[in-house]
């Protein structure tokens, strides 16, 4: 069964900087591309990052470049997010998720951990 | 970006009535579009992709049409369990985009 389980959101203030990670089984980590989306309270989902398979490529969304960077380490099945400059508008719940071999949607979504940004 | 517009925003039926939601792409988006169910304490279900290819675990009472920039999810004979959040993405370009969300609530 595919598990994706998220840890490691929590309060942090304006400009600090957080890392959260997931934790992947049930499939071989190393054959997909993995994703972040998240969703502000009360929002819809929005892509955040995606890294391909072996980590050599990776695609942010056009707010979180230069600030976010997404990772893995395929030996422990894990896939990070660090986020430095936070500012309130990152405020959300963030997914890990699975992309569905080489294409841009998501068949295994995690429940999500919620970062709020705020002093 | 592709933006995608989601119609309508909430919707109340009752259970055994059909209903549809629909996505609109602001271009193109060919037949590359997914539908996904958002549950409170669930994760997030992919229910169709490529506009009308029903995953793995989706039931049949659950349809996809459309191509272009104009796609429908039809659910028929509508179950308790079908009750929440749906959202549509585009995936024919990066980045992908998604609907605002149509939330399906009990009449």
């Known amino acids: 069964e595919v598990q994706l389980v998220e840890s490691g959101g929590g309060l942090v203030q304006p400009g600090r900087s957080l890392k959260f990670s997931c934790a992947a089984s049930?499939?071989?980590?190393?054959?997909?591309?993995m994703a972040w989306v998240r969703q502000a309270p009360k929002k819809g989902l929005e892509w955040v990052a995606t890294?391909?398979?072996?980590?050599?490529?990776?695609y942010y969304r056009d707010s979180v470049k230069g600030r976010f960077t997404i990772s893995r380490d395929n030996a422990k099945s894990t896939l990070y997010l660090q986020m430095d400059s936070l500012r309130s508008e990152d405020t959300a719940t963030y997914y890990c998720?699975?992309?569905?071999?080489?294409?841009?949607?998501?068949?295994?979504w995690g429940p999500g951990t919620m970062v709020t940004v705020s002093s | 970006d592709v933006q995608m517009t989601q119609s309508p925003s909430n919707l109340a039926a009752s259970p055994g009535e059909s209903v549809s939601i629909n996505c609109k792409a602001s271009?193109?988006?060919?037949?590359?579009l997914a539908w996904y169910q958002q549950k409170p304490g669930k994760a997030n279900k992919l229910l169709i992709y490529?506009?009308?290819t029903l995953q793995s675990g989706t039931p049949s009472r659950f349809s996809g049409s459309g191509s272009g920039t104009d796609f429908t999810l039809t659910i028929r004979n509508l179950e308790p369990e079908d009750f929440g959040l749906y959202y549509c993405?585009?995936?024919?370009?990066?980045?992908?985009?998604f609907g605002a969300g149509t939330k399906l609530e009990l009449k």
């Open positions: 998720a699975r992309h569905t071999g080489g294409y841009w949607y998501f068949d295994f």
């Open positions: 049930g499939f071989t980590f190393s054959d997909y591309a």
């Open positions: 890294i391909i398979y072996d980590g050599s490529s990776t």
């Open positions: 271009k193109s988006i060919s037949k590359y």
């Open positions: 490529s506009g009308s």
């Open positions: 993405q585009q995936h024919n370009e990066y980045p992908p985009t």
